[in-house]
């Protein structure tokens, strides 16, 4: 948390007043530059962004559906398509 340069960290379920929270913590904790996607399920047809205020955050909505670890994963590799893990 204090040597990368950049950090994307991802959450699911979270409100925007748990956004908030978790921002404040990073805040002091991560010394470079670093990114949050928040991802909730809901009831839409696909992904959806929701507009939240928060300069480094993307919020989206993926489809509610009955097995939550695994009905949505062609949409997460939709989602994480072209991230690489840099050591």
């Not at 470079?32 to 696909?46: K, R, Y």
């Not at 993307?58 to 939709?78: G, M, R, S, Y």
Request: with cysteine; proline share 6%.
């Amino acid at each position: 948390l204090r040597n990368s340069n950049r950090i994307l960290f991802i959450r699911t379920e979270g409100t925007i007043h748990e956004t908030a929270e978790l921002l404040d913590v990073l805040n002091t904790l991560v010394a470079g530059e670093f990114n949050l996607l928040v991802i909730n399920h809901a009831p839409v047809s696909e992904i959806v962004e929701t507009p939240w205020p928060f300069h480094n955050v993307c919020a989206l909505q993926i489809p509610l559906v009955p097995d939550e670890f695994h009905d949505n994963d062609h949409l997460w590799k939709t989602l994480l398509d072209g991230f690489r893990v840099r050591y």
